[in-house]
């Protein structure tokens, strides 16, 4: 498909768009975007690789600038590599991250890592089961997370790294499978993990990043040509609204942010399942 001016001009409007829900809301950009650019009549081998790799690039954005306003917390003790080094030889390398990262960097860490598993273990899975009933798990499964935040709304969760743990995996093998249900799994499930919200929605932008480096760097290796043109219209309307997310965060109040992620993940289930059924 030729871009034009015109067209152009609306793909940066729609990327801004889409990319302030998901750095609001945790959630969204890929469910949203991928099929109204494949409306628009652009083929599947120019929009999933330009939506990996913009959401690269727009998900650290997001959290760094998540960061800067105070809606997270991602700052390590220590750059210098020489204090990094002696602490390793002092302490071993697991209780060097353990003691020289935030809580919040440690958790986004943690979910990144799963997204190589899910990728491997989702895409054979995918390779043997119809997609319709990948479709109807994974609509299933956000709809469940979107009520259960909503009735637990006045619940507060001890925080587990056995149910975050988990609740990654999960998440990542619904990458692997299908490349959706992701971001309404991740932090609707580090709110059920006891994760505030504000902190799950920034978590939620640097894991995905993470989870995009993986897919778009299988895109590089594997010598496919690739249509980029997107890729540039949908940064800059990224880039532009992730400003205006961050505040937003910062603005809403925490208890009704919750219950917004548990709208927001129900309604995305709920579009899930009802394209597969009509």
């Not at 001016?5 to 940066?12: C, K, M, S």
């Not at 009549?41 to 760094?64: D, H, N, Y």
Request: with cysteine; charged share 10%; hydrophobic share 50%.
């Amino acid at each position: 498909m030729e871009i034009t001016f015109a067209i152009g001009f609306v793909i940066i409007i729609i990327g801004c768009l889409t990319e302030y829900i998901d750095s609001t809301l945790g959630m969204g950009y890929g469910t949203a975007l991928t099929p109204i650019l494949l409306m628009m009549g652009f083929e599947p081998m120019q929009v999933v690789p330009a939506v990996l790799l913009a959401e690269l690039f727009t998900g650290f954005a997001a959290g760094i600038m998540h960061a800067k306003v105070g809606n997270v917390d991602f700052r390590v003790k220590t750059l210098n590599p020489k204090k990094i080094v002696n602490s390793i030889k002092e302490n071993g390398f697991f209780a060097t991250i353990q003691k020289g990262m935030s809580q919040h960097l440690k958790i986004a860490l943690l979910i990144g890592l799963f997204s190589a598993l899910g990728a491997v273990t989702g895409s054979a899975v995918a390779i043997n089961l119809p997609s319709f009933y990948l479709k109807l798990y994974i609509g299933v499964l956000v709809v469940t997370i979107g009520i259960y935040i909503l009735v637990t709304y006045n619940k507060q969760f001890t925080f587990t790294w056995s149910k975050l743990t988990v609740l990654s995996i999960i998440a990542s093998f619904n990458k692997g499978i299908s490349g959706g249900g992701y971001g309404p799994v991740v932090t609707g499930g580090q709110i059920l993990s006891g994760v505030d919200g504000k902190n799950a929605v920034a978590i939620t932008s640097v894991s995905e990043a993470l989870t995009c480096l993986v897919g778009a760097s299988a895109y590089f290796i594997s010598g496919a040509f690739i249509d980029w043109k997107l890729v540039p219209l949908l940064l800059v309307g990224g880039l532009i609204s992730i400003p205006f997310s961050a505040l937003s965060v910062k603005k809403i109040n925490t208890g009704h942010f919750r219950i917004i992620i548990g709208f927001a993940t129900l309604a995305l289930g709920s579009f899930t399942l009802v394209k597969l059924f009509v």
